[in-house]
């Protein structure tokens, strides 16, 4: 069972009891699920994520001081530190006696600057472009178990995704250094016998690509150590997960270096055909480079789309 699987369970058969019984009144007011950091709010744990920062405990999300004052926020957080310890043979953790933990009565406001800077989630567009994809993925990831006031869920809705404009300025950087590192200056490192900066190149390339293919799917890039498993998973350009891992790990010797070259350019053609079917670029020619201008043209707001295209890379 997965570990959100098994904080759900656990709020089910103690949390959700201990709340309606013992804090009737703040049903309306609370949102209580498993969202932030760590693999398994993702689903992307297994055995090894327990070695570490593992809990089957649960978030409950509580708004403002103004609503919740800190002495029922203590009285919620004592109630949840003596529910069972342990739970299906697994132990929680304990709670940070100074706050920081994953886990218990979290403040809406405190999770959501946390994650955006912002206590509300109000983003403006420097905001979109500068703000870490993996952070915003961390407050929108997890379940959403019980959520009486709505303003946590609303919260979330309205970062789902970028706007538009931000995608495509994202974009743009990333098939503007494709062009760059896999198309242009990979060949040339290698030409000079360069044969560290060719895979630097080549890890610029994969990166780009990687994050396009996100970007094609209008879903965040977590975490880099989870990239390539949620790459796989993505309803589009899935199948690029292989073709990309070879290019950052394998050598650049005589006859490996033209390989690579042919996958970087059938990557491209991927993420070009998928960019025009999507309507983003209109230039015909093989070109990620090309693209990148195409796709930073169609941007609507003249402040963003005049932004150094590499602005978001």
Request: aromatic content about 10%; some cysteine; glycine content about 10%.
């Amino acid at each position: 069972m997965k570990g959100i699987e098994l904080s759900e369970a656990f709020y089910r058969e103690f949390g959700e009891p201990m709340i309606r019984d013992c804090f009737p009144e703040l049903l309306g007011l609370i949102a209580v699920g498993v969202a932030g950091s760590g693999s398994e709010c993702f689903g992307y744990d297994d055995e090894l994520s327990q070695d570490h920062d593992f809990d089957i405990g649960f978030c409950i999300f509580i708004p403002d001081e103004n609503v919740i004052d800190s002495r029922g926020a203590f009285a919620l957080e004592r109630a949840y530190s003596k529910l069972p310890r342990s739970f299906r043979g697994f132990e929680r953790s304990l709670l940070a006696p100074v706050g920081g933990s994953r886990r218990g009565v979290i403040r809406m406001s405190d999770f959501f600057k946390s994650k955006t800077g912002d206590p509300e989630g109000e983003l403006s567009p420097t905001d979109w472009l500068m703000l870490p994809e993996q952070s915003l993925a961390e407050a929108v990831n997890g379940k959403v178990f019980f959520d009486g006031l709505g303003k946590f869920t609303e919260i979330r809705e309205k970062l789902s995704y970028m706007p538009e404009d931000i995608r495509r300025k994202k974009l743009a950087g990333e098939l503007l250094v494709m062009g760059q590192s896999g198309q242009y200056n990979y060949g040339r490192c290698i030409a000079r016998g360069e044969t560290a900066a060719a895979q630097l190149a080549m890890c610029d390339f994969a990166r780009s690509a990687l994050h396009a293919a996100f970007l094609l799917n209008k879903q965040y890039m977590p975490y880099y150590k989870w990239s390539f498993r949620a790459l796989r998973e993505l309803p589009l350009l899935s199948k690029l997960h292989e073709p990309l891992e070879y290019l950052i790990s394998s050598a650049n010797r005589e006859g490996k270096s033209e390989r690579k070259i042919r996958i970087a350019e059938q990557i491209c053609a991927d993420i070009i055909s998928e960019a025009r079917g999507q309507g983003l670029s209109d230039y015909s020619g093989a070109e990620a480079e090309g693209h990148a201008y195409s796709v930073n043209g169609g941007i609507s707001s003249p402040d963003i789309r005049n932004l150094h295209i590499l602005c978001a890379v």
